[in-house]
């Protein structure tokens, strides 16, 4: 029910959002055990979400050919024990947060609301695309305030990059969903837009992205191998692009998991090669 890959999209920005707090000034205590306890944290999260999302959309899921084999509608696991995996996953990211520090502890309940709520959205708002690309975007800030107890706002750069980024590659996914939208009464920017317009507006939020990367880098004055990493980032979104088109969307899963799963782990790669790098400088 939970994948890795699922994890893997958000939790290379979170690492990043903590190394460039490290890089402005090393935490008391050291850095490996609040790394431990950030990834902890994304992970009970990011779990708490994905099963609280697989409940409620249960009947949605089970009507929907994409979907019906999932593990609730399919009768592979059970409603209550979802419930409890997900009070489980929950008490794990509180417990990680009241490790942290005060305020992590104090914004967690916060937290895991936008974490939550955002499987309610694609019943009033097509909007949800983004609410989804929030939900993943504030954990690079959330990282920063596990590792320095509070906000710069210069890293909601990085969360406004990961929003834009979120969002866009899932208008791309809900493009296999836009008949069975319409016949729900759900809502998405491929209902909204059609597909052709879905598709463009996805490839402005990319861009946006790339746009937010850079004032990023330019705020943290970051050298070469950040900027080789935008670029990287970059080519791989154009990459991805041109796997789908509006009238063959064959390659969708390719362009979600794969290309997005490689974005996440080179933007890390890179900035963290940078910050590394340039504190032994």
């Not at 920063?144 to 980024?165: C, K, Q, Y």
């Amino acid at each position: 029910m939970i994948k890795f890959e699922h994890s893997i999209f958000a939790l290379p920005f979170a690492l990043t959002g903590a190394l460039l707090a490290v890089h402005e000034a090393p935490p008391a205590g050291g850095v490996w055990g609040k790394l431990a306890l950030i990834v902890l944290a994304m992970v009970g999260a990011r779990s708490a979400g994905m099963t609280f999302n697989r409940i409620i959309d249960a009947g949605i899921d089970g009507r929907n050919p994409r979907t019906r084999t999932r593990h609730i509608p399919a009768g592979v696991l059970s409603k209550r024990f979802a419930w409890v995996f997900l009070v489980a996953s929950a008490a794990v990211f509180f417990l990680a947060s009241w490790l942290l520090n005060p305020l992590c502890l104090m914004l967690s309940p916060l937290a895991l609301a936008i974490v939550l709520g955002y499987s309610v959205t694609k019943r009033f708002t097509s909007f949800s695309h983004l609410v989804l690309g929030f939900a993943l975007g504030i954990a690079p800030a959330a990282a920063w305030i596990a590792i320095r107890g509070s906000l710069d706002p210069r890293i909601l750069w990085l969360t406004a990059a990961v929003t834009f980024w979120t969002a866009g590659f899932d208008i791309i996914y809900s493009c296999q969903d836009v008949e069975f939208d319409r016949s729900e009464k759900l809502f998405s920017m491929p209902k909204l837009l059609g597909v052709t317009g879905a598709l463009w507006f996805s490839r402005l939020l990319h861009a946006a992205m790339v746009a937010c990367l850079i004032l990023l880098w330019r705020e943290f004055a970051l050298g070469w191998l950040g900027s080789a990493g935008i670029v990287s980032i970059a080519g791989l979104l154009l990459y991805e692009h041109s796997l789908v088109k509006p009238d063959d969307l064959s390659r969708v899963n390719a362009a979600f998991f794969t290309v997005n799963g490689y974005v996440s782990v080179l933007f890390f790669v890179f900035w963290a090669a940078d910050v590394v790098l340039r504190r032994q400088g």
